[in-house]
């Protein structure tokens, strides 16, 4: 009925995620964000089945954590046995801080600073994945210095255009992540990183994109870096181990929208591999896939208070909502598509055409341009479903707004994981 699993409607008509009502859980205050954990955690087991299945457990699933990073979904990600791709020194904090285990870290990022690469050697994390050669240069000194071997994986632009919003393409040529491979670049990157002292050439990394619904740019991106790694092979005598895949799987947001099962990707993308390895008398690779969005994504909404609805007659009607663009920018970014529902009112259909806007000084500040929702009044809860990656991770503090409360639904229950910030909060580091 709902773009996911964990989202119903109970007898008083109200929407319900994770058999909490979602009106009852709107009474703490909103607008606030809410997680189903068992949602959550059906997602990172289907993840990592699928490496158990496709490639014989040879594998590892990290969790993109940009998309949501908190204590408790670090947690959650340890309990269910994956990696953790980070991306800053306050993702490594984060991470750590929660007990996650350094050698399951991998660290990302294209401009990674001194600090955090000091930081991220110092707490050994498994795998500092590589964006440029001048960062590989401070990654070989630090290391010396500290007397360690950085064990790396070397990012690479495979020259695949993933069919998705241009801000979250990534594979192509013109595009600031990474070594591209039609050039030369990364393959005389790989013969100088052979050449470095204190340096591990683990692996090689690509990530065409997120938001992908097509199978097809996987299975070309795996074909691409299997011969990749044949032709390290052929050309330097040494053999890659691992093989990183990226994340990119794409989720519901619309009722229109449709994914294929996660496990479809990996079966494609698996078959890929082996044949090509096969093909150039290659062992199989180690496989990782970095999946955010089809983890988190879909298992949360947001819940905000209508304030107001200003018909304009012939042109559109407004709802104002207590939230909005601080708390999800992706409509103003990428005019991301949502379903709305009015969680008191989620039985009846869904009539009135709307704009859903937010409370910011700002035109753009809206949520959601000509959704169909319920007649709605002042007072109505209005949620917007699929809002659990990249919204509370982007949030902000425009017009000093104070992020909302997030909390983790479990069989009825719930419980908070992030208090909502208070006024004193926003000004904690002013002077
Ligand atoms: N690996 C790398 C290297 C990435 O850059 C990303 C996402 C992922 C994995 C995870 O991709 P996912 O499975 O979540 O699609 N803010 C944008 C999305 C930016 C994606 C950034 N990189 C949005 O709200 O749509």
């Known amino acids: 009925m709902f773009v996911s699993d964990c989202l119903n409607v109970n007898e008083k008509g109200h929407l319900t995620i994770g058999g909490c009502d979602t009106v009852e859980l709107a009474k703490r205050g909103t607008p606030i964000i809410v997680y189903d954990e068992n949602e959550i955690r059906k997602n990172c087991r289907a993840f990592v089945k699928s490496i158990e299945e496709n490639y014989d457990g040879k594998g590892r699933v990290i969790y993109a954590s940009k998309s949501f990073s908190c204590l408790e979904m670090v947690r959650i990600c340890n309990q269910e046995n994956m990696g953790l791709d980070v991306v800053s020194g306050g993702e490594i904090y984060t991470a750590l801080k929660a007990g996650f285990p350094a050698e399951r870290i991998y660290f990302h990022g294209n401009n990674k600073s001194y600090e955090e690469l000091s930081e991220a050697l110092n707490a050994g994390v498994g795998r500092i994945m590589v964006d440029n050669l001048t960062e590989l240069e401070t990654i070989s000194e630090l290391a ?28 192509q040529i013109d595009s600031k992540f990474g070594l591209a491979l039609e050039t030369g670049e990364a393959m005389e990157a790989v013969k100088h990183i052979l050449t470095v002292d204190n340096i591990e050439l683990c692996g090689v990394h690509c ?25 390290i092979k052929s050309e330097t005598g040494y053999e890659i181990k691992e093989l990183d895949l990226g994340g990119g799987f794409g989720i519901k947001y619309k009722e229109s929208d449709k994914p294929n099962p996660y496990d479809s990707y990996m079966k494609a993308a698996s078959k890929v591999v082996k044949a090509e390895c096969k093909k150039y008398g290659l062992e199989v690779p180690f496989i990782i896939i970095e999946p955010g969005r089809s983890i988190a994504g879909a298992t949360a909404v947001t819940l905000y208070t209508v304030g107001s609805v200003k018909e304009i007659p012939g042109i559109r009607t407004y709802v104002a909502i207590d939230g909005g663009m601080s708390d999800n920018p992706r409509y103003i970014l990428y005019q991301a598509d949502y379903e709305v529902v009015c969680a008191n009112k989620a039985s009846e259909e869904r009539t009135k055409k709307v704009t859903v806007a937010g409370k910011c000084c700002e035109s753009g500040d809206l949520i959601q341009e000509d959704t ?8 109505d809860i209005v949620a917007v479903l699929s809002t659990g990656a990249y919204n509370y991770s982007m949030a902000s503090n425009y017009n000093k707004l104070r992020k909302p409360e997030v909390l983790m639904v479990k069989d009825g229950v719930a419980r908070t994981i992030i208090k909502r910030e208070t006024y004193e909060d926003l000004i904690k580091n002013e002077i």
């Open 144 to 171: 010396k210095e500290k007397n360690v071997k950085a064990n790396i994986i070397l990012r690479i632009k495979p020259g695949i255009d993933a069919h998705t919003h241009d801000f979250v393409k990534t594979g």
């Open 207 to 231: 990530h065409i994109g997120s938001q992908i619904f097509d199978i097809e740019p996987f299975e070309h991106a795996a074909e691409v870096m299997v011969k990749f790694i044949a032709d």
């Open 372 to 379: 169909m929702l319920q007649e709605v009044e002042a007072g």
